[in-house]
């Protein structure tokens, strides 16, 4: 059973911790927040005072018994049902080369170029522009044996590489670990992929082991892992760099052709930027 209730703007952290502890984990916050834009992209603040709705799905548990475990009042719950997911929900997405991305309802048989992908998860669709021209970027251009994907999510281009041949470490700040696990294992690569909860600007990072990285976040955070290397030996050969506005694709190329990379593949969709650089020399 889904219930719902209202909650303070800003507090998802420290629901996500009551919740854990008495071991749900089913469950999102649609926060009540405004987007704005600037110099790296977009980037958005808690609404102030606003109000944000949790969604908790329980079994076996009643209202009344779920809200003594939270600490609020029974009443403050209300009973949820989540949208009927239909098949027109997604429509399965042709990449190059033969390559698709596919939702469900999967069928038995799975195709060595599908890339399966259950929407409901809490961290990515696979439908922003920023995922599909990465996803086109590792399909025809990406050839390699380890890479790493910062910034993973749902772990969908993480899958790609794998399905390439590569063994991956998959980086994210979130508790993303589930739910890419379940993706790996839905896609038959589950032992070609690791996954890693850690910031990997501020925290230690083996930027050694790869010769691909994949990095679907932005400028910024592009732009301070890259410059946080100590030489430009022991950075990736290629790096794909998603995410990227309008007005941040220059300050992202000055900054890679300073550690001696150019770009050799580019792709915009609408205002968003995906650029392949590659090690020159």
């Given at each position: 059973?889904?219930?719902?209730l209202e909650v303070p703007s800003g507090d998802n952290e420290a629901w996500s911790l009551r919740l854990y502890e008495h071991d749900i984990y089913t469950?999102?916050?649609?926060?009540?927040?405004?987007?704005?834009?600037?110099?790296?992209?977009?980037?958005?603040?808690?609404?102030?005072?606003?109000?944000?709705?949790?969604?908790?799905?329980?079994?076996?548990?009643?209202?009344?018994?779920?809200?003594?475990?939270?600490?609020?009042?029974?009443?403050?719950?209300?009973?949820?049902?989540?949208?009927?997911?239909?098949?027109?929900?997604?429509?399965?997405?042709?990449?190059?080369?033969?390559?698709?991305?596919?939702?469900?309802?999967?069928?038995?048989?799975?195709?060595?170029?599908?890339?399966?992908?259950?929407?409901?998860?809490?961290?990515?669709?696979?439908?922003?522009?920023?995922?599909?021209?990465?996803?086109?970027?590792?399909?025809?251009?990406?050839?390699?044996?380890?890479?790493?994907?910062?910034?993973?999510?749902?772990?969908?281009?993480?899958?790609?590489?794998?399905?390439?041949?590569?063994?991956?470490?998959?980086?994210?700040?979130?508790?993303?670990?589930?739910?890419?696990?379940?993706?790996?294992?839905?896609?038959?690569?589950?032992?070609?992929?690791?996954?890693?909860?850690?910031?990997?600007?501020?925290?230690?990072?083996?930027?050694?082991?790869?010769?691909?990285a994949i990095i679907n976040i932005g400028a910024d955070i592009a732009v301070r892992w890259l410059e946080r290397a100590g030489s430009i030996e022991v950075?990736?050969?290629?790096?794909?760099?998603?995410?990227?506005?309008?007005?941040?694709?220059?300050?992202?190329?000055?900054?890679?052709?300073?550690?001696?990379?150019?770009?050799?593949?580019?792709?915009?969709?609408?205002?968003?930027?995906?650029?392949?650089?590659?090690?020159?020399?």
């Open positions: 059973m889904w219930y719902s469950f999102y916050v649609d926060e009540a927040i405004q987007t704005m834009k600037d110099e790296d992209g977009y980037t958005y603040e808690f609404s102030s005072g606003g109000k944000s709705r949790l969604y908790v799905y329980v079994e076996n548990t009643s209202k009344e018994e779920l809200s003594r475990m939270l600490g609020v009042h029974a009443f403050d719950f209300h009973e949820w049902e989540p949208p009927e997911w239909t098949e027109s929900s997604y429509g399965n997405v042709r990449l190059a080369n033969g390559w698709e991305l596919v939702y469900p309802p999967f069928q038995e048989k799975q195709g060595e170029r599908q890339l399966r992908l259950d929407p409901q998860g809490a961290f990515g669709t696979g439908i922003h522009e920023t995922t599909r021209d990465a996803l086109e970027c590792i399909v025809t251009r990406m050839e390699g044996k380890r890479a790493a994907d910062i910034g993973t999510g749902s772990g969908v281009l993480s899958i790609a590489l794998a399905k390439k041949g590569m063994q991956v470490d998959a980086y994210d700040m979130e508790p993303v670990t589930r739910e890419v696990e379940q993706h790996a294992v839905l896609n038959r690569v589950e032992n070609r992929i690791k996954v890693y909860e850690q910031n990997v600007v501020d925290s230690g990072f083996p930027y050694e082991a790869y010769d691909i950075l990736p050969q290629q790096i794909v760099v998603s995410g990227l506005v309008d007005w941040s694709v220059e300050r992202v190329k000055e900054a890679f052709w300073n550690k001696n990379y150019e770009d050799v593949w580019y792709k915009q969709t609408n205002e968003w930027h995906t650029i392949l650089f590659q090690r020159r020399g």
